[in-house]
């Protein structure tokens, strides 16, 4: 039990999570690959799995309605046992803050989007998970956003956006190669960040290495914690990118950090 009162000893950590630190919001980050090849510059999220076949995340070219759909679509749908209804966060523009929306399984979004950062599933049928990939497609573009593997309920994506009205503030960055057998696994890794997006997310790659990571299968996870945080201004887009030694290597990453107003 959180104790509250005058006389409680205070954690900014545990007051910025209730909501009682006014300007500054938690973020709590994680994404997986589970297809990184051997070689290939690979963004840690849900596209690269092998099935959606892409290793590299783009971003919508501007605001963009986003088609929410399954590839088992007659299980995953409002009358289905699989996933009725999903809510979408993300950005509609880079100079506002983080907005979400409710959407009905085969249906497109309200809002228009520059980035959907993530997804997660809010009702389901009796099957209680969804049986098919659930991607996010950007109208006009044609180009997967986001994206929820079988199973899963949520994305698991270490791609993030925020605006121009704040700042991103890093307390810790972790990533691991957590499976590959029998082989011995090594992958190489970038954190990565795009400031203006309006501007650089034409081309997608006017991308700045902001640190460089090794990571080994069967050794201690690479874990940044950073005091004084690491500061990234916005608006931008942090993402996590790996290159293995070996085929289908499962690759996870992190971060821990709050939103700070400007």
């Known amino acids: ?25 938690k973020v709590n980050k994680f994404g997986e690959a589970i297809d990184c090849d051997s070689g290939v510059l690979t963004d840690l999220w849900d596209g690269a799995n092998g099935a959606l076949s892409t290793d590299i995340w783009v971003p919508p070219l501007a605001a ?7 590839s088992v679509s007659g299980t995953d749908f409002v009358a289905g ?4 209804t999903v809510q979408v966060y993300g950005l509609t523009s880079w100079t506002a803050k ?27 049928g009796t099957g209680g998970v969804n049986a098919g990939n659930i991607t996010a497609t950007a109208t006009t573009d044609g180009t997967i956003t986001a994206a929820i593997l079988v199973g899963q309920n949520q994305t698991q994506m270490m791609i993030y956006g925020w605006s121009s009205l704040q700042t991103l503030q890093v307390k810790k960055f972790l990533s691991q190669v957590v499976k590959n057998t029998p082989s011995a696994v090594r992958a190489e890794g970038e ?19 902001k640190e460089n990571f090794s990571i080994n299968k069967g050794l201690n996870p690479w874990i940044h914690t950073y005091d004084p ?29 709050y939103l700070i107003d400007v």
């Open 98 to 124: 983080e907005t979400s929306e409710v959407v009905n399984m085969g249906s497109t979004t309200v809002n228009s989007y520059v980035i959907i950062h993530r997804m997660k599933g809010l009702t389901w």
């Open 1 to 25: 039990m959180y104790i509250t009162g005058p006389d409680r000893v205070k954690d900014y950590g545990v007051e910025v999570a209730m909501g009682l630190v006014p300007g500054a919001t």
């Open 64 to 70: 963009r309605t986003h088609a929410i759909a399954s």
């Open 229 to 257: 945080p690491k500061s990234f201004s916005g608006p931008g887009i942090i993402k996590f990118q790996v290159t293995a030694s070996v085929n289908d290597s499962i690759a996870i990453g992190a971060m821990d950090a």
């Open 81 to 84: 046992t699989g996933m009725r």
């Open 191 to 209: 954190i990565l960040y795009m400031s203006d997006p309006a501007t650089n997310v034409v081309d997608n790659t006017a991308w700045t290495n």
